[in-house]
């Protein structure tokens, strides 16, 4: 009776085969670019068992990742990467400083008077009191009117 070979179990993050499309993400490469490199046999070929998806076994997946690491292809020769560009980091927020919650908003009682209310300044500037206590600042207009006709139209008249 033959021996039967057990597979190694693969410990932690450390897979026993990966696709080829995963491949190229641990190798920090595009899977264009990762194809390209192993068309030109910079890095090996993917192994494939008869009609199954090509996939790299754990040997290969350590070899690709060493190539990745020193620059030195499965060929022998030198292969430059080019770092991948580090994320855009956005910018501070620059929030605009709170309005006085007793500023007036001759705008807004304007778009308020076109949407068919009948609103004073005085009115209007008690609703937004009501709504933004720390004021107005970072609000787009257009937000601001909906919350302030809402909050007018449900007062009891």
């Not at 060929?75 to 500023?103: D, E, H, I, W, Y």
Request: net charge positive; hydrophobic share 40%; with cysteine.
């Amino acid at each position: 009776m033959p021996e039967k070979r057990v597979a190694k179990v693969p410990t932690g993050s450390e897979k026993a085969a990966v696709s080829v499309s995963d491949m190229a993400a641990l190798c920090q490469l595009s899977r264009s670019r990762f194809h390209s490199l192993v068309r030109d046999c910079v890095f090996p070929k993917p192994r494939q068992d008869g009609e199954r998806r090509p996939y790299y076994p754990h040997d290969l997946i350590q070899k690709c990742l060493d190539i990745r690491r020193t620059g030195i292809g499965a060929n022998g020769q030198v292969v430059l990467f080019n770092r991948r560009a580090a994320p855009p980091v956005p910018p501070a927020n620059r929030a605009k400083p709170p309005a006085p919650a007793t500023a007036s908003h001759p705008e807004l009682v304007e778009s308020l008077r076109s949407l068919g209310l009948a609103v004073t300044v005085e009115v209007v500037g008690a609703a937004v009191e009501a709504l933004f206590a720390g004021g107005t600042g970072g609000v787009e207009h257009g937000e601001l009117v909906r919350r302030v006709f809402l909050h007018l139209q449900a007062r009891p008249t």
